[in-house]
């Protein structure tokens, strides 16, 4: 059994029997983009914002991590030696870190624990697929529908039939670098959802009210969990 739905226990131990804790402050950087990829971290606690910056000098979130996600793991037995994207901590968070020789050595020697990463990893990269899918095929209302789901499913707390909490605090510029979209064309979608009745946004947090209703609108496949999130 997993400690999350994509996280194997024994990879979640790998980091607790191997690693070293460390703290990291609301608004420090874990790693910036270009920097030497030497380690990988375990989310302890917190929440970690994963993204690049574009050429026009905007940010793209590709992920927003919460407890037992690992960031850093897309230069495991790669020749990649500098980090692709930047992670910085969006409140206070504390992480497990392991060099990358340290748990490829590992893996090397246990290949039941081998095993385990490699199924692991290919359900992290078939959500970063499907995530890259729906930002490039549903143009900006899909991207913002997309994004509402795969937050419900990371974050979400049941409330009734198709309605769902999303219990992490965002700003409508936040949800817009998630979709490679404006803050002015989040607003606005977001108000033309409130008056749908399909979501509310009050003080940083949204509740969805309709499920369907953004599934619908994306012609949603119905993804397992374990692929459509963003943590």
Known sequence: MGLTDT???????????????????KGNHIFHEG????????????TIQISKE???GKELTFRVCGKNSVIGESTLFAPTTAHTTTAKAINHS???????RSIEMILTEQH???????????VENLKNQSLI???????????LFSTLIRLSNSYGKAIGPNQVFIDINLTNTDIANMCA????????MLNDLKKQNVITFEKGYITILDLEHLKHGICCDECPISVCRID
């Open 181 to 188: 979209t404006s803050r002015e064309m989040i607003n606005r």
């Open 94 to 100: 504390e992480l497990i870190t392991i060099s990358k």
């Open 7 to 25: 996280l194997p226990t024994d990879i979640y131990r790998l980091f607790e029997n191997n690693g070293a804790l460390i703290k990291i402050e």
């Open 35 to 46: 920097e030497s990829a030497e380690e990988l971290f375990l989310v302890k606690k917190g």
């Open 133 to 143: 899918r729906d930002l490039v095929i549903h143009g900006k209302k899909g991207a």
């Open 54 to 56: 574009t050429e026009n």
């Open 112 to 122: 039941a624990l081998m095993i385990e990463y490699l199924k692991w990893i290919q």
